[in-house]
């Protein structure tokens, strides 16, 4: 069936350097991508997310990039931090008309663990 | 957590017991949702509603049930049915507009069989 996953599902950073969390999909219907951080014994937290049709977003310190043609998304943290540590998930909105629409699909999740 | 409020933080249930797991939202969203989270896994959807009196069955909705009577509440119901129901319990919500689906989720419940 459609599903979202990840190619790591840990990655240790010092702290400072740039982290990049990837994450593939296979829903080619999908037209919203979001990207969360669960800290420890909390709730999913929204950090960015992205539409379809476009390829690169920015946030705060943070970057999504999507690439349709390999169904590949990616979050990008610069200058990470101690407080970065966490599992972050991506998760894809599937396109309207299709009777999955309003429904997220979460990938398995990527530990972050930042080194001081 | 934003104003989406799960309680209790911690739930016990004995061996052919229901158990009731409350979300409650002051964020005037339209839908709610229930995930449950095992160890070191993502999320996977119990049942999630679009509309006050109505709700639908996502990919593990056998041994829970749900009820949608007021806009603000979406409680879970782990039922004796459920034969392994340690998770932890997370509740969202969301409004869907222009096509994006933003979910803000509360604190999540942890249950565990005594």
């Known amino acids: 069936g459609e599903s979202v996953g990840l190619h790591l599902p840990t990655l240790s950073v010092q702290e400072g350097d740039n982290s990049i969390i990837n994450c593939a999909y296979s829903n080619s219907a999908s037209d919203y991508f979001i990207w969360y951080k669960q800290e420890s014994g909390k709730g999913p937290q929204f950090i960015i997310d992205?539409?379809?049709?476009?390829d690169k977003r920015q946030g705060q310190r943070v970057t999504v990039l999507l690439n349709k043609t390999v169904k590949h998304l990616s979050l990008q943290i610069a200058a990470t931090q101690p407080g970065d540590s966490a599992v972050y998930f991506c998760?894809?909105?599937?396109?309207?008309?299709?009777?999955?629409?309003?429904?997220?699909?979460f990938g398995q999740g990527t530990i972050l663990t930042v080194h001081p | 957590d934003g104003g989406i409020t799960q309680s209790p933080k911690y739930l016990f249930r004995k061996e052919g017991q229901n158990v009731t797991l409350s979300c409650e939202q002051n964020?005037?969203?339209?839908?709610m949702y229930w995930y449950r989270q095992d160890p070191g896994q993502g999320l996977r959807l119990i049942y999630y509603s679009q509309i006050v009196n109505d709700f639908q069955k996502g990919d593990i909705a056998e041994g829970y049930s749900v009820s949608r009577e007021k806009k603000e509440s979406f409680p879970l119901t782990v039922t004796s049915a459920q034969k392994n129901p340690t998770a932890f319990y997370l509740c969202a919500s969301s409004n869907v507009q222009h096509n994006k689906n933003i979910q803000y989720f509360g604190a999540g419940t942890r249950l565990s069989v005594l």
């Open positions: 964020l005037n969203h339209d839908a």
């Open positions: 998760a894809e909105n599937n396109g309207p008309g299709g009777t999955s629409y309003g429904k997220l699909t």
């Open positions: 992205i539409r379809s049709n476009m």
